[in-house]
């Protein structure tokens, strides 16, 4: 069976873009969070959807968004891309909201 | 939101068990423990979770004291294949929401 999968694996942008990550999760599972590893440290929650509807809201700044396709996958969108952008991001999906979270390989974003 | 305590590193031998201990003084009643792993330049791979009763499954076994303020994951036999961060994580019963500490590096020697 196939994991998460995540698009683009690796991805540079400069100062002041907009940036779209791309997560489609295991098949049957209806949740999808994001989350935020800056090198170093533990990844930070970002979003979690559920049902197409967001679910909960880590800290982070306006500039981040994301959606729930009818398909179940999701998109991160982030705008005004700053240095302190550069992290990997990672999407995990589960069955619902509750239950076991399974990681796919991030997305590794560099900000120039 | 409730924090965990965890070593900043350990090391082991391959082929011994491996007993990784966190705290979590402030755990409430509905907090499960999660633990996770992540090898490098992967996203965080799923070990284990637990609520009040010892768990066992394929990859390790999870001890929950009695008081549930800590927690030990135990790596049976230790391979090469084993050395990573290993986080423990807890989360609300009705939330998704996983809160990552540091995690504990793992390095296994042969």
């Known amino acids: 069976d196939a994991g998460v999968t995540q698009s683009p694996t690796h991805l540079i942008k400069t100062r002041g873009q907009h940036v779209t990550l791309r997560c489609s999760p295991i098949?049957?599972?209806?949740?999808v969070s994001w989350y935020q590893q800056v090198l170093g440290q533990g990844p930070q929650f970002i979003f979690q959807?559920?049902?197409?509807?967001?679910?909960g809201r880590g800290n982070f700044p306006d500039r981040f968004s994301a959606r729930q396709f009818p398909n179940y996958s999701s998109e991160l969108n982030v705008n005004a891309l700053l240095l302190g952008d550069s992290a990997l991001y990672l999407c995990?999906?589960?069955?619902?909201?509750?239950?076991?979270?399974?990681f796919g390989p991030g997305t590794r974003l560099l900000v120039l | 939101d409730a924090k965990t305590t965890q070593p900043n590193s350990m090391e082991s031998n391959e082929e011994e068990p491996v007993h990784l201990p966190c705290n979590h003084s402030?755990?409430?009643?509905?907090?499960?423990i999660h633990w996770y792993r992540q090898l490098p330049s992967q996203g965080p791979e799923y070990v284990i979770h637990?609520?009040?009763s010892n768990v066992n499954n394929r990859m390790a076994s999870l001890a929950i004291a009695e008081d549930r303020k800590s927690s030990t994951l135990i790596l049976h036999r230790a391979t090469l294949r084993d050395a990573a961060v290993y986080y423990c994580?807890?989360?609300?019963?009705?939330?998704?929401?996983?809160?990552f500490g540091q995690g504990t590096t793992l390095q296994v020697k042969p």
């Open positions: 995990a999906s589960s069955v619902d909201r509750i239950e076991t979270q399974y």
């Open positions: 098949s049957g599972h209806k949740s």
């Open positions: 959807y559920y049902e197409k509807e967001e679910r």
């Open positions: 402030t755990i409430s009643g509905t907090d499960y």
């Open positions: 637990g609520l009040t």
């Open positions: 994580i807890l989360s609300i019963r009705n939330t998704g929401k996983l809160i």
